[in-house]
């Protein structure tokens, strides 16, 4: 079992750096226009030949009320019926990706996001997953991982039926915060019984993971308010936990821009939110899987990553990594082979681009040889918080002290300040340095200037 992360307030204060969460690498801050459908078309036919397995991401934008934290790519609306055309598009969508792929490769994994995916009505939930299962190797024993994210303010128990007969076996559950005087600053009321409904509901009809989400920085909280928050949330037993660093960045949000920037807890306070939270779960019994995640020992993740089979996609965490991931819906991100493609996060050009039997391809980037090297690396680092020189030297013919000796001084540098424990064989992150893996991932980032950095959060 890996040690128990350990809390280093120095080490974080000098570590605490602005970068990429690595859901991908290279990023998607460098995807660029280059990319186009064309270079899709590509990458699936060599999916098709190589039948690998899939994992499907599908968006739907949609939410009903604004909250102002979000930074997802969403379009709000009390009309409903405006997921009637947007869901053609995405038919259109599902089937011109589909003729490209071989009717036998599997879809693993299956993952509805938004926005607010139970905005859609029952009879539209119903014609999407037909459409889903028509054109695509929907497994049909429950023994896909099928998740969707939920808004219990979306769902009651009759949704949540329906989510159920239609495949649907993880949810995903927002939360943030359940104070009442925080839930009113980011425009976001929901009680604890709304949540406790949905969750019950999903024990009930035997879904197989349940996860929640909640929010540390957000305006009005406080190391003592969060901590009943977290408290309540442990009491609710989920399989898996996501804890984020509210990341407040109006310029790139508008939404965040109705927050007001003097009631953000401080820094120092933020800290103490996180250490508070990190001891109530490892108290609960929660593992610290990494970036923010935590899992009870059982849960599929926690299991991986003993394993040290733990990957990590557009999705986050994940035991499918060796899926190809495409992407349906507006702003979705592909990652088919060494292709990242991403289609318009314009709701109108996306629709238009379909309307004409295109697809919605808009940017994007091929990893080169030095990107498939450091993909590796950076996988292994922020999955298994170690790294073994001889497994990266194997698999793409290089020797790694050679390839990355102008990288030495600042490993060095880490290991003395008891970030990582640096040898002639591998790199291993201390327990003190769990909590800042990404810190440690950027030294191999070859795109991450200083002027790059302002698009990103800080590590904690």
């Known amino acids: 079992m890996l040690d128990a992360i350990r809390w280093d307030t120095d080490l974080i204060r000098r570590y605490d750096l602005a970068g990429p ?5 290279p990023t998607a801050a460098q995807f660029d226009a280059t990319i186009g459908s064309f270079d899709l078309f590509h990458a699936l036919r060599d999916s098709r030949k190589a039948l690998r397995p899939l994992s499907l991401y599908v968006h ?13 790519n969403k379009v709000i609306t009390k009309d409903r019926g405006r997921a009637h055309a947007y869901l053609q598009r995405l038919e259109q969508e599902i089937q011109l990706i589909a003729c490209h792929l071989d009717p036998t490769q599997k879809v693993e994994q299956l993952h509805f996001g938004g926005g607010t995916p139970t905005f859609l009505s029952h009879d539209e939930l119903r014609q999407l997953m037909a459409q889903l299962r028509k054109h695509f190797n929907l497994l049909d024993d429950d023994s896909g991982d099928y998740g969707i994210e939920i808004d219990p303010r979306e769902a009651d128990w009759s949704t949540m039926g329906l989510l159920r007969e239609l495949g649907f076996n993880r949810v995903s ?22 949540t406790r ?14 996860n929640i989400d ?43 821009r109705r927050i007001n920037s ?29 970036m923010d995640h935590f899992a009870l020992p059982d849960d599929e993740l926690a299991i991986a990553q003993e394993e040290s089979t733990l990957q990590r996609n ?49 940017r994007g980037l091929l ?64 327990p003190a340095g769990r909590l800042l893996v990404r810190s440690v991932c950027m030294v191999f980032d070859r795109y991450l200037g200083q002027h790059n950095r302002e698009r990103f959060s800080k590590v904690i």
């Open 214 to 256: 909640l929010i540390y920085g957000l305006p009005r909280q406080t190391p003592d308010n969060f901590a009943r928050t977290v408290e309540e949330v442990i009491a609710l037993q989920p399989d898996r936990l996501s804890v984020f660093n509210y990341a407040h960045l109006p310029e790139r949000f508008m939404p965040q």
């Open 60 to 72: 739907v934008p949609f939410c009903a009320n604004i909250c102002y934290y979000c930074a997802c």
């Open 21 to 25: 969460r690595y859901t991908s690498y």
């Open 197 to 210: 409904a949905v969750i019950d509901a999903a024990r009930t009809l035997q879904f197989r993971s349940i």
């Open 262 to 290: 003097n009631e953000l807890p401080t820094p120092a306070q933020k800290l103490e939110m996180l250490q508070r939270t990190i001891e109530q779960l490892t108290t609960a019994g929660y593992r610290y899987i990494g």
């Open 367 to 430: 990893c080169n040889a030095d990107d498939r090297v450091r993909r590796a690396v950076i996988q292994q680092l922020i999955c298994r918080f170690s790294l073994e020189f001889a497994e990266i030297e194997q698999a793409f013919n290089i020797d790694f002290r050679g390839y990355f000796g102008e990288l030495w001084p600042q490993l060095q540098t880490m290991a003395k300040d008891g970030l990582i424990e640096l040898d002639n064989d591998r790199i291993t992150v201390l």
């Open 314 to 362: 557009f999705q986050g965490y994940t035991t499918h990594g060796h899926c190809d991931l495409v992407g349906l819906g507006v702003s979705a991100i592909s990652q088919i082979g060494d292709l990242y493609s991403q289609n318009s996060s314009d709701l109108n050009l996306y629709q238009n681009a379909l309307a004409t039997s295109q697809l919605a391809t808009s």
């Open 173 to 194: 559950i927002g939360l943030q915060d359940l104070d009442p005087a925080v839930q009113r600053a980011v425009n976001r009321l929901q009680s604890l019984e709304e």
